[in-house]
């Protein structure tokens, strides 16, 4: 059993909170045997008054302390912006690209090597004798005068760093459309838990309406057996609902960085609310093949694929590379390996300039098999390229069909809510005079509970609908900025 206490003037009051009852019990079974247990301790008059007051004070904290853990949808999207573990890594990736694209522009960079042999020599020969140390300093500059893979070099470090911008702008949409699907399931399955377990309250009022009138000889005990069976299959739901609810909260906290572990689980504020769209399939189409991120990162793959062909073909033609050697003597009297005479002697230092080509004429279909590889994979590019494109307006039609049959799936049972209430509130009150049997009861009932289940999945359906449409129409692209004001 858990204890809480608060403190008032001086003085403090512990309030006992129940464990957690056995599954097989259900949760809510504690609720009247908290009724009662409050009920025989009650003190009467200023006694009563001062408790009260004191058991206001934990309640009062409960709420406060409910409300502030309670967090809105643009709050969400903004924490999964900041702290989500895949959009974190897609933009370690940027750095990546960036040091890929100098891999690529370096084909154009001059290159240099210096050298600085040291040592010493030693032997006989005309006009030598003993042992001398001696130094050299040699450095080669070399530059590509001319190589057809530098232009597709150049553009394809490009390429690589917008595929990185891309690939995380791709990222920031699946992680944020997860967070909203997992704040919806989690106002869902929480409101359809309330629903339940309000229903299963008055079916409860209802067992206890058959036990009286069974007590009192007006009723036989099938009806009061009836009305406990009745609410009995309610528990099961109602489990099932708030397991539900807490699996969704465990999606929102991954989606949204946070450790169960650590922190408390993200309570959704609001309640799902039915806002009706009208859609342009046709404008949103056209705009979507503009803005959504995953078009713009199959089509740079594609442009990817291509410049890497054209660097690969690129062996096919001369390669023409200048070059400057050089060598710095700081003494003489050291003598070149293999000179025979003093003539041949470094005097000093000096500095050649040369070019060479060089033009691979036979390959025996090394680079042909390259090549021919490479554009096989600019092919499946381009193919799953179009594939994407072409269900834009397919994937739209259907969201779009969708919204409409649920927006009128919403209206009638918005209609038929209404009357099922009316009817099972009639049949309510005639079941307690005993004007009415405990079937009627039983399918009045059901019918308000299937019908106020069926409006509230409807108008869950027409949110996840909305959902899908943005993300369809590349509508999200405007969260992938790292700015609180752009998340909405």
């Given at each position: 059993?858990?204890?809480?206490?608060?403190?008032?003037?001086?003085?403090?009051?512990?309030?006992a909170l129940p464990a957690r009852p056995k599954p097989s019990e259900g949760w809510w079974a504690t609720r009247h045997a908290d009724v009662k247990h409050v009920s025989a301790g009650l003190p009467t008059g200023k006694q009563l008054q001062r408790a009260v007051i004191h058991l206001f004070i934990p309640f009062l904290v409960v709420c406060f302390g409910h409300t502030a853990n309670a967090i809105t949808l643009e709050r969400v999207l903004q924490t999964t912006l900041e702290k989500n573990p895949a959009i974190q890594e897609a933009k370690s990736g940027l750095e990546q690209a960036a040091g890929q694209r100098l891999v690529f522009r370096s084909v154009v960079w001059p290159h240099a090597e210096l050298g600085a042999p040291a040592g010493v020599q030693a032997g006989h020969r005309a006009g030598e004798?003993?042992?001398?140390?001696?130094?050299?300093?040699?450095g080669w500059l070399t530059q590509t005068l001319f190589n057809m893979a530098v232009p597709p070099s150049l553009r394809r470090g490009d390429i690589e760093v917008l595929i990185a911008q891309q690939q995380l702008n791709v990222a920031v949409v699946e992680q944020l459309h997860a967070?909203?699907?997992?704040?919806?399931?989690?106002?869902?399955?929480?409101?359809?838990?309330?629903?339940?377990?309000?229903?299963?309250?008055?079916?409860?009022?209802?067992?206890?309406?058959?036990?009286?009138?069974?007590?009192?000889?007006?009723?036989d005990k099938s009806a009061f057996t009836s009305a406990t069976v009745q609410s009995s299959e309610l528990v099961p739901q109602?489990?099932?609902?708030?397991?539900?609810?807490?699996?969704?909260?465990?999606?929102?906290?991954?989606?949204?960085?946070i450790d169960p572990g650590k922190s408390t689980l993200p309570e959704p504020e609001g309640e799902l609310q039915f806002v009706p769209r009208r859609v342009d399939v046709d404008s949103e189409t056209a705009a979507a093949l503009q803005r959504r991120a995953d078009l713009k990162l199959a089509r740079l793959f594609v442009r990817a694929a291509n410049e890497d062909q054209r660097i690969i073909a690129a062996d096919?033609?001369?390669?023409?590379?200048?070059?400057?050697?050089?060598?710095?003597?700081?003494?003489?009297?050291?003598?070149?390996?293999?000179?025979?005479?003093?003539?041949?002697?470094?005097?000093g230092s000096e500095i050649r300039e040369k070019a060479a080509y060089t033009w691979r004429v036979i390959d025996n279909g090394e680079v042909r098999g390259a090549v021919l590889k490479a554009r096989a994979a600019?092919?499946?590019?381009?193919?799953?390229?179009?594939?994407?494109?072409?269900?834009?307006?397919?994937?739209?039609?259907?969201?779009?069909?969708?919204?409409?049959?649920?927006?009128?799936?919403?209206k009638s049972l918005s209609a038929a809510s209404v009357a099922a209430e009316e009817g099972a509130r009639t049949v309510r009150e005639n079941v307690a005079s005993g004007l009415a049997s405990p079937f009627e009861y039983r399918v009045s009932e059901n019918a308000f509970l299937k019908t106020r289940s069926g409006l509230l999945d409807a108008i869950y359906q027409h949110n996840?609908?909305?959902?899908?449409?943005?993300?369809?129409?590349?509508?999200?692209?405007?969260f992938s900025d790292d700015t609180a004001p752009n998340v909405h």
């Open positions: 059993m858990n204890r809480s206490s608060a403190t008032l003037a001086g003085q403090s009051v512990a309030v004798s003993g042992v001398k140390g001696f130094f050299v300093g040699r967070a909203r699907l997992a704040f919806y399931a989690a106002l869902y399955n929480r409101s359809l838990e309330s629903i339940r377990d309000e229903q299963r309250q008055k079916l409860e009022e209802n067992v206890t309406t058959q036990k009286d009138r069974f007590e009192a000889g007006l009723a109602i489990e099932s609902a708030h397991d539900a609810y807490r699996q969704a909260q465990l999606k929102l906290a991954e989606a949204m960085g096919y033609y001369p390669v023409v590379v200048g070059s400057i050697p050089a060598e710095f003597v700081p003494v003489t009297g050291i003598h070149r390996q293999g000179s025979t005479s003093k003539t041949q002697d470094f005097i600019r092919e499946m590019n381009e193919l799953t390229c179009r594939k994407l494109e072409a269900n834009v307006s397919r994937e739209l039609s259907r969201i779009a069909n969708d919204l409409g049959g649920i927006e009128a799936r919403q996840i609908a909305l959902a899908e449409w943005d993300r369809a129409t590349g509508r999200y692209f405007q």
